[in-house]
């Protein structure tokens, strides 16, 4: 996720001001993985040696603060080079990639999913909104397009992203006690349990 540049930092001396923001960021960052609080912009600036002042002249709000701090993902496939076109196997595989980047950026999307459930976010307003992993197991279940067309491949990929993530993990973890490796099983089994359920449907075209 990329960050949109304010009046303030796209003016004057920009590399020194990129760095300030890159400084700010790292702050909150660090101030997440460590526990405790989302960090204000005051905290953030406190940590990075910058001024309270020049700090809300990057970010005007926490949550601008918490949003910029997101981890990046500049992923455009979760599938190793050579997954082949087994739909189980896809859908595993990328299963278990985007649970290993949740979990090795947890803090952070714990975060994100408390700022997510406040009653004034609009729906794409945050990372953790924008479908991006939808996408990403749509690929996966490219193989089973010709059956299910491109309506269903999607409804399967938001059943698979509705029992995985950073929620799933929560509630798994949090709630049902689950070691980590236990519920990231527990999310593949399930994966892979509603992609055989949608193979076993008919095609569109064999049902007409």
Do not use: C
Request: aromatic share 4%; net charge neutral; no cysteine.
């Amino acid at each position: 996720m990329r960050t949109v540049s304010t009046a303030y930092e796209e003016s004057g001396r920009t590399r020194q001001k990129q760095r300030t923001r890159n400084d700010l960021v790292a702050a909150a960052r660090d101030l997440i993985a460590s526990g405790g609080a989302a960090p204000t912009v005051e905290e953030a600036a406190a940590a990075a040696s910058v001024s309270r002042t020049t700090a809300y002249r990057y970010f005007r709000s926490q949550r601008e603060l918490l949003v910029a701090a997101h981890p990046e993902v500049e992923l455009t496939s979760l599938l190793p080079a050579d997954v082949g076109e087994d739909p189980e196997v896809r859908i595993r595989a990328a299963v278990r990639e985007f649970m290993a980047m949740v979990v090795d950026t947890e803090s952070q999307q714990r975060t994100m999913l408390r700022l997510s459930l406040e009653d004034d976010t609009s729906p794409r307003q945050l990372p953790l909104r924008q479908g991006r992993a939808i996408g990403w197991f749509s690929e996966a279940l490219e193989p089973v397009s010709d059956q299910l067309g491109a309506d269903g491949v999607r409804r399967l990929a938001v059943a698979v992203r509705a029992v995985s993530g950073i929620e799933a993990l929560v509630w798994l973890t949090d709630v049902a006690g689950l070691t980590r490796d236990e519920a990231i099983d527990q999310m593949v089994w399930s994966a892979v349990a509603l992609v055989r359920r949608a193979a076993a449907t008919k095609s569109p075209r064999s049902a007409t």
